[in-house]
């Protein structure tokens, strides 16, 4: 049998996603069970600053330490230069003042699109997450984020771009693996809309070191809870946002119910937050931080 006719065979048998006993499916996290959550923040809550060149990722640092935040995920776009990797001397030093005031230097994260038709510009992206991979090991981060696609591409199926995708996404996690970094797949709206497509994407992989990030913003087909509790076995971290949506409605995200599914299903790890709304950034990331800090860990 072809190696072709092989991996169209088993990506229709990764449509099947019924539960098999009390085992992990195949793509679901090895933890222990139970939950333990640290609270973390994303650095693109602080978008507009850091675009702006009015905040930096030192200071993103510093913002962690003054709020007591665990851990950080610092976005490649911000480091100088993206998307080339930044010079050793400024990992190091980003590393030395996380470690020094107490803050986890969780992951980071690129813009990556692996639904192009042409071969050639999917390569370019492979090699744009394998050189982030590297950064993130010298930060002593333990995630690289990374998408899928902008977009089922003109004149192409769903199916056909998987065929292409696949393949990038496993070279990436094994080169992962090498650096001991975990490929995260944030599902983000675009190429992968729900958690079934999502869930279909990893198992087809396979793979401990490619995981999902569980970004509660993006699920917009049905109802956005229960695609999180579908996603929740299969996530190495989160992107805790403000809103939830049910199609096109966004709504005040329940924090209580999103702690009482962790509860349920189980989760170990970082939940980073990214806070968007309007006014000072500060003031609104603070604002949410003591939300989620009363629902995830005072409940």
Not at 261 to 270: H, N
């Amino acid at each position: 049998m072809d190696k072709h006719w092989k991996r169209r065979e088993f990506l229709a048998r990764s449509l099947v996603l019924g539960a098999a006993g009390g085992n992990l499916l195949e793509g679901e996290v090895r933890r222990r069970a139970g939950s333990s959550i640290r609270i973390g923040l994303n650095a693109y809550s602080f978008n507009r600053p850091l675009m702006a060149g009015k905040m930096n990722l030192h200071e993103v640092i510093d913002y962690c330490a003054e709020q007591k935040i665990d851990g950080v995920d610092l976005t490649g776009y911000y480091f100088p230069g993206y998307p080339n990797v930044p010079a050793d001397e400024f990992i190091h030093d980003l590393k030395r003042e996380a470690f020094v005031n107490g803050v986890t230097i969780s992951g980071t994260g690129v813009r990556n699109d692996f639904a192009l038709p042409d071969a050639s510009s999917r390569r370019g992206h492979i090699l744009l997450v394998k050189d982030w991979a590297g950064v993130a090991s010298k930060l002593g981060a333990s995630v690289v984020r990374v998408f899928s696609g902008r977009e089922v591409p003109k004149a192409y199926s769903f199916e056909q771009a998987l065929e292409w995708m696949i393949p990038a996404f496993e070279e990436c996690a094994a080169h992962g693996k090498k650096h001991g970094v975990i490929i995260g797949l944030q599902h983000h709206d675009d190429f992968l809309k729900t958690a079934e497509e999502t869930i279909r994407v990893v198992r087809a992989v396979n793979s401990e070191w490619f995981q999902v990030v569980l970004d509660v913003g993006s699920l917009r087909q049905g109802d956005p809870y229960e695609e999180i509790e579908k996603l929740l076995p299969y996530a190495c971290t989160w992107q805790i946002k403000e809103n939830v949506w049910y199609g096109k409605k966004s709504v005040p995200i329940d924090l209580p119910r999103v702690k009482a599914i962790i509860d349920k299903v189980g989760y170990r790890g970082f939940t980073p937050i990214e806070a968007l709304g309007q006014g000072e950034p500060k003031v609104i990331v603070t604002r949410f931080l003591e939300k989620v800090r009363k629902a995830f860990l005072q409940s």
